[in-house]
């Protein structure tokens, strides 16, 4: 019973955190069309999207614990495990190239110089961590699928 408790957490909250990541990626052809200033503007929309912080943090730790509680399932724990790095990774992604730029910006409110090598960094930044949090996501749907409670 926790075990299917820690999969539907693990699995709804890295889905949540696709959500913002997935939004980045979707969007960054537009982005890096815009002048600077039109791009100083877009940017304004993320005001309050620090929560998913939270969101990010509770699949960490839930994966991570899915990861621990199917440790006697070989095939299942490498999966959770695989997904738990990943979110690690998309978490240390943010915090070496996203936050970085955040406060260089003043959570852009400040044009940035070079304003084309912060923006850069911080849209591919979020581009690799869709993709981690992708991968992170499918992999806990394989690890809970496979999964043989028996």
Not at 93 to 120: H, I
Request: hydrophobic share 60%; aromatic share 12%.
């Amino acid at each position: 019973m926790l075990t299917r408790l820690l999969a539907v957490i693990a699995i709804i909250s890295t889905a949540l955190y696709l959500v913002p990541t997935g939004a980045h990626l979707f969007e960054l052809p537009s982005k890096m069309a815009l002048a600077p200033a039109d791009y100083m503007l877009v940017q304004r929309i993320y005001s309050g999207w620090q929560w998913f912080g939270v969101v990010i943090a509770a699949a960490i730790v839930a994966t991570a614990v899915l990861a621990v509680r199917l440790r006697g399932d070989r095939t299942a724990f490498t999966w959770a495990m695989a997904a738990a790095v990943c979110l690690v990774a998309a978490l240390a992604d943010f915090l070496a190239f996203t936050y970085p730029v955040n406060r260089a910006t003043a959570f852009w409110t400040s044009l940035p110089n070079p304003f084309e090598a912060a923006r850069w960094q911080w849209e591919y930044s979020h581009a690799a961590a869709a993709l981690l949090t992708f991968v992170a996501l499918v992999a806990t749907v394989i690890a809970v699928l496979r999964h043989d409670p028996r």
